[in-house]
């Protein structure tokens, strides 16, 4: 069990393994769910998209027809976070 201490200003600093667990990285945000039992879940906040959003980014950027494994490639890479 990992003990974080608050802060007076009501802040806690997590650990950097703490947010590797989480698979969390600087400047990306966390969820976290209250619980009526005074626990709390904490996750990270992963971006909810949905195809239509996902073409409709795509809309007019180009001439180029791609396939569907170069489509496929480009949206691994990118929810992997690399260009």
Known sequence: ?????????????????????????????????????????LKAARPAGTIANFVGLLAGRSKKVATIEEISEAAAQAWAGKE
């Open 1 to 41: 069990m990992t003990t974080l201490t608050v802060t007076s200003r009501g802040q806690v600093t997590f650990r950097k393994e703490v947010l590797q667990h989480l698979g969390i990285r600087p400047g990306e945000k966390i969820e976290l769910d209250l619980l009526p039992d005074g626990r709390a879940t």
